[in-house]
């Protein structure tokens, strides 16, 4: 219903006898010129033009593109709004303010035509008034060139999804980032072994995959939630070396003390083993800077979970243990992949604690044989 308006609307003023204030092919005829590169700065009124079946307000501008030429608006201020753009009456393109984050509006699109194109900054709603800052700049296109290890690519997603490819070389762990203001993206990483797809692990509507790779070609995918989404997007990738103690399977023995690091897997899991000879003081965090970590800690009738116990978001948790086999879960809050450092401490029980941990290891013995409960905690 809204893209009719602003169609309906502009339509009406391109073609003769509009009824609105922007009135006919000569007032558009002088609507104000757009340059590439040069900001121009305005403010939608009760005078200015309407859109006919909701009673928003628009202003027109014109701008000359050659054909197939790549372009990329920003609407910015105060204004809550929208772009359109339009060839000889028809829609061209539309911005999708449904996915911005910032009140910022962006279009991108590819001219299907050399000639004269109408822009027009249309208010959301009959009462959305306000001033705006319009800017129109050329979109290089991408060389299709491989990404090599590291880069970054912009181009324009027209339709449907397209496929990028990237070499490495050397083995490490890889991030990929997509971001779009004009669409909510979903990522793809195709290669070998690895077929992941991600759509939310970035920030908002943005996406990321975080994995280790070993030298060879792979396939990135890019597409939108929705099918006919379109718009640029930026596709970044990065690497680091991989720590020389990751764990990257279920079932690996926790140390007394010290670190391991871990990938978590498709799921956003790892999955430890934690024994202990005697009743201790435990001390288990989850840190990483890619991933909302949860620790769950389970054997015999123990079990505790925490999400954001240590600094930041990463999961912390301390507890007088009794002796016995626990299972350690590691995991991100949005079930994503990840890079987390697993860190151990164990100290001798405190009096209380310990007295407290003997209790509920005789219960413990007294209810459940010691390779059930192995096998519970393993569950």
Do not use: W
Request: glycine share 12%; net charge negative.
């Amino acid at each position: 219903m809204r893209l009719a308006a602003i169609t309906l609307a502009v339509a009406t003023v391109l073609a003769a006898g509009g009824c609105n204030r922007s009135g006919s092919n000569a007032d558009v005829g002088k609507a104000p010129s757009l340059e590439f590169d040069k900001p121009v700065s305005g403010e939608i009124t009760s005078r200015s033009g309407i859109n006919f079946n909701d009673g928003s307000h628009h202003q027109l501008y014109q701008i000359t593109l050659e054909d197939k030429q790549l372009v990329g608006m920003k609407l910015t201020g105060a204004l809550s709004g929208s772009i359109a753009v339009f060839n000889n009456g028809s829609l061209v393109a539309s911005s999708r303010t449904g996915y911005e984050r910032s009140g910022d509006v962006s279009l991108a699109f590819r001219a299907n035509g050399a000639g004269t194109y109408q822009v027009a900054v249309n208010a959301d709603s009959p009462t959305a008034y306000g001033p705006y800052r319009l800017r129109v700049e050329k979109l290089v296109p991408y060389d299709g060139k491989p990404i090599a290890g590291s880069g970054e690519v912009v181009d324009m997603l027209v339709s449907g999804s397209q496929d990028y490819t990237l070499q490495v070389d050397k083995a490490g762990l890889y991030e990929v980032n997509l971001s779009s203001d004009a669409f909510d993206t979903v990522l793809k990483l195709k290669g070998g072994e690895i077929d992941a797809e991600n759509d939310d692990g970035g920030d908002s509507t943005n996406s990321r995959l975080s994995l280790p790779l070993q030298p060879g070609k792979y396939t990135l995918g890019v597409r939108g939630l929705d099918d006919d989404a379109s718009g640029t997007f930026k596709l970044t990738v990065a690497r680091t070396e991989l720590p020389g103690n990751i764990v990257e399977r279920d079932g690996t023995q926790l140390p007394q003390s010290g670190s391991v690091f871990t990938m978590l897997d498709s799921e956003g899991r790892r999955r430890f083993l934690l024994t202990l000879e005697r009743p201790g003081d435990v001390r288990l965090d989850a840190i990483s800077g890619q991933v909302d970590t949860v620790l769950r800690v389970v054997g015999g009738d123990v079990e505790l979970v925490d999400d954001d116990g240590g600094n930041g978001t990463n999961a912390r948790l301390q507890e007088s243990l009794p002796a016995g086999h626990y299972t350690v879960d590691v995991s991100s809050l949005s079930d994503e992949q990840g890079l987390v450092e697993v860190r151990v401490q164990i100290d001798g029980a405190s009096a209380a604690g310990a007295a407290a941990s003997a209790a509920r290891a005789a219960a413990d013995a007294a209810a459940v044989p010691d390779d059930a409960a192995v096998d519970a905690a393993s569950r």
